[in-house]
């Protein structure tokens, strides 16, 4: 009986990984302007969320650079204007926009990225998106972002 007992113990510690790892999410990005994902859920559960950008092409930051972007449905076309003027050195990302919830850094081929931000920042009913602001790449490369139980 005691080796049951420490049996189950030792499997509950074992499933403590993937309850973590719903509060995190890697995201490829390619040499041919797509993510690997169209929709991304996070749990209501999350305290924080964590999203791994890999850019898992081989093209350079300058040619086909990529970032992982959140904010609102309504914000992506005012972002994606305003980080073209703000250009390559700055991300293609306004510096201090509010309405950016989160963001990696713009990476090249081969480089990855991670960004983490308070699940508290969503509102549940808003539409939210993930998008590239690399010129160009918010029309092909997003998805959705939704809160869940």
């Given at each position: 009986?005691?080796?049951?007992f420490?049996?189950a ?8 990984p993937?309850?973590a790892?719903?509060c995190?999410?890697d995201?490829a ?9 169209d929709?991304?859920e996070i749990s209501k ?12 092409g ?10 992982w ?13 305003a ?5 390559l ?7 201090e ?5 989160a ?6 081929g ?6 983490t931000?308070d699940?508290a920042?969503?509102?549940e009913?808003?539409d939210?998106?993930?998008?590239c602001?690399f010129?160009?790449?918010s029309t ?8 869940v139980?």
């Open positions: 009986m005691p080796f049951k420490a049996a113990i030792l499997l509950s510690f074992a499933s403590l993937a309850l790892a719903e995190e999410v995201v990005a390619t040499d041919k302007m797509t993510f690997d994902t929709a991304i559960s999350c305290e924080t969320f964590t999203v791994n950008l890999q850019h898992i081989s093209m350079g930051i300058s040619s086909m650079g990529h970032n972007v959140l904010t609102k449905e309504s914000d992506v076309s005012g972002i994606t204007t980080g073209i003027a703000a250009g050195d700055n991300d293609y990302l306004p510096t926009d509010d309405r950016i919830i963001h990696t850094d713009l990476i090249g081969g480089e990855s990225s991670s960004t931000f699940v920042d969503l509102e009913g808003k939210y998106t993930f998008f602001s010129p160009g790449h092909a490369m997003r998805g959705s972002v939704t809160l139980e």
